[in-house]
């Protein structure tokens, strides 16, 4: 999953609006396909100033209104 978000300006896929989407309020995803490794990467990005990877990093740890505990 991180891997696809490591685009630029020339190949850009909107990947992370479509994973935001994808994840977001999805407990089966969220509590049995994420793992701590992913979610380590998106706060390293955030850490470089990629702003845009807030959504994704609120839909890991939200879903419906609760904390998602295992990430």
Known sequence: MVHVMNTNLQNELLSEPTLTELIDNNALILNNKIKKSAIHKFTSLLKDK???????LR?????????????
Request: charged share 20%.
């Open 50 to 56: 990629h702003e845009k990877y807030v959504n994704i």
């Open 59 to 71: 839909a890991l740890v939200n879903c419906d209104g609760e904390a998602v505990v295992n990430n």
